[in-house]
């Protein structure tokens, strides 16, 4: 594809719900990453797929995160039970192998849990 | 773990001025440097990144140094022009078993006055 794509581009979600994020990551992309990023701040890294193994997931806030990639390809990252410090923009990135190389970032999803 | 340190976190110059970013990092065993450019509503995007075997890499307008003595790296603009305002984050990133979370600075903001 052309690029790394999500969706929704922004979600407003009430304190207590459950939200799903989708990524669509470059067709091919063995490497997949999730980043949460705050206002103001960097991107953070929350979990890393290579194919559809979950391969690190230290960054993950908390149990109420979830992350999968069942068939290697596309990815969703599942918030149970919002809170308000979850609110933040949640980016996906994709590089073409494993060991280092260059990730490319989707457009990201604004999560803003009242 | 890896800690990246961004310096200016504002920087204004004049157009066709040079603007320099300059990153410290922590961990000696990092090996990748990239920058990315992210501008309003939309994910980082690569703009030049540096391996540990390198000690400067220029592209066009944009050139990036590595010091891996003092652990620090800074990405040069010259002749500025309006459409590089933007936000600008430096990352390190260790290669481990496949696994390369970027670790990221937490940004400069660049103004580049007409």
């Known amino acids: 594809g052309a690029g790394v794509s999500q969706s929704p581009r922004y979600k407003v979600a009430k304190r207590g719900q459950d939200v799903a994020l989708r990524c669509d990551p470059i067709s091919g992309h063995v490497s997949l990453f999730w980043y949460q990023q705050a206002l103001g701040q960097g991107p953070e890294f929350l979990t890393y797929?290579?194919?559809?193994?979950?391969?690190?997931k230290s960054g993950l806030p908390s149990d109420r995160f979830f992350a999968e990639r069942p068939e290697g390809s596309v990815s969703t990252l599942k918030i149970q039970r919002t809170q308000q410090e979850d609110s933040a923009v949640y980016l996906c990135?994709?590089?073409?192998?494993?060991?280092?190389?260059?990730?490319?970032f989707g457009p990201g999803t604004r999560l803003t849990v009242l | 773990g890896e800690n990246v340190e961004q310096h200016p976190s504002t920087l204004s110059v004049q157009e066709g001025d040079s603007a320099v970013i300059k990153c410290t990092y922590s961990?000696?065993?990092?090996?990748?440097f990239p920058w990315y450019k992210q501008e309003l509503g939309k994910g980082p995007q690569l703009i030049i990144d540096i391996r540990s075997n390198v000690g400067e890499k220029k592209d066009q307008r944009i050139a990036v140094t590595l010091n891996k003595t003092a652990k620090h790296f800074s990405l040069h603009i010259t002749e500025t022009q309006p459409e590089d305002s933007a936000v600008y984050f430096c990352a390190a990133s260790i290669s481990s078993a496949g696994n390369t979370p970027l670790v990221f600075g937490k940004g400069t903001r660049l103004s580049v006055i007409a």
């Open positions: 990135a994709s590089s073409r192998r494993t060991g280092v190389d260059t990730q490319y």
């Open positions: 961990d000696s065993a990092s090996n990748y």
């Open positions: 797929f290579q194919n559809e193994a979950q391969l690190d």
